[in-house]
């Protein structure tokens, strides 16, 4: 999600789905589902739980023309939840504010986070995709090609405690220590800002989540997909270790996937995104 993500501590960020009743792609299992896991003694039944995502994230979440959240993180989330037989609030955050809040209890889930061992520690993470990541450029740029060393003496614009930081500083090691420049990591706020910067030459490339990659390109046709696939891990929601709620989510999750309507895959393949689809969610799978 883009980490995740973050991808794969780093990223969760915005708002999340509208109430229950404005899912897509819900239907009859979705409701009797969430009266199943009301009366199996779910920690949220009949509450409301904030949840805490980043908002200008295509097609993962965003806000609409009419400022209404959309996207499969937010389609998802609000499926779970009829499961646990709670209703959504969306909360707008920055990336980098989504594991501070959740550690500190000021929310209950955060969507868009990696699971890296170094998450894992900080909070429990429930995933319900896996994807890696590739990099955008302009489209009159050079492609980067399919080798890590090709970002040798590149500026490389992301988001700030993003879960790709990692692997490309140590990309950026291993290019000084053969001789060559080292990788510049630029941080922004936002993902339009980190595009931004590549739109207008203050970056070379900017990474991509591969859930995400060709609906950018598609919406945009000045920038181009390129460069190795990296960092793939499974992503999807965080939740404070001091609560307990890990294991419920990762039950809702998992009725999601094998809800008989084939909601889960409704979902993905709407965004065309059908190929980070998982088989099972397990709470905490980085090893």
Not at 49 to 67: A, H, I, N, R, S
Not at 228 to 256: C, M
């Amino acid at each position: 999600m883009r980490e995740h993500r973050a991808g794969p501590a780093s990223a969760l960020v915005t708002a999340i789905g509208v109430l229950l009743a404005g899912c897509a792609d819900s239907g009859s299992g979705g409701t009797a589902s969430a009266a199943a896991g009301a009366k199996g003694g779910s920690p949220f039944a009949g509450k409301t739980v904030t949840v805490v995502v980043q908002p200008d994230w295509k097609p993962l979440m965003w806000e609409d023309g009419k400022g209404q959240e959309t996207g499969y993180f937010y389609d998802l989330v609000n499926e779970a939840a009829k499961r646990l037989g709670a209703k959504v609030k969306p909360v707008n955050a920055e990336f980098s504010a989504i594991i501070p809040s959740l550690q500190s209890g000021k929310f209950d889930v955060g969507v868009g986070t990696d699971a890296t061992v170094e998450r894992q520690q900080a909070v429990d993470i429930v995933p319900f995709l896996k994807a890696g990541y590739r990099f955008l450029v302009r489209k009159d740029a050079k492609g980067i090609g399919s080798s890590m060393d090709e970002l040798c003496g590149l500026r490389v614009a992301t988001l700030a405690g993003h879960s790709i930081i990692p692997p490309v500083q140590e990309q950026s090691r291993h290019c000084t220590d053969a001789g060559r420049k080292p990788i510049s990591l630029l941080s922004f706020p936002t993902l339009a800002a980190a595009q931004l910067a590549v739109k207008s030459s203050r970056a070379d490339a900017t990474d991509a989540y591969t859930g995400e990659a060709s609906w950018i390109v598609q919406a945009d046709p000045s920038m181009k997909i390129t460069g190795p696939e990296i960092n793939q891990n499974f992503s999807g929601f965080a939740v404070s270790k001091r609560t307990g709620h890990a294991d419920a989510w990762a039950r809702a999750v998992n009725e999601v996937i094998n809800d008989p309507s084939g909601v889960y895959r409704k979902v993905l393949d709407k965004y065309g995104v059908g190929e980070i689809a998982i088989d099972k969610s397990v709470v905490n799978p980085a090893k």
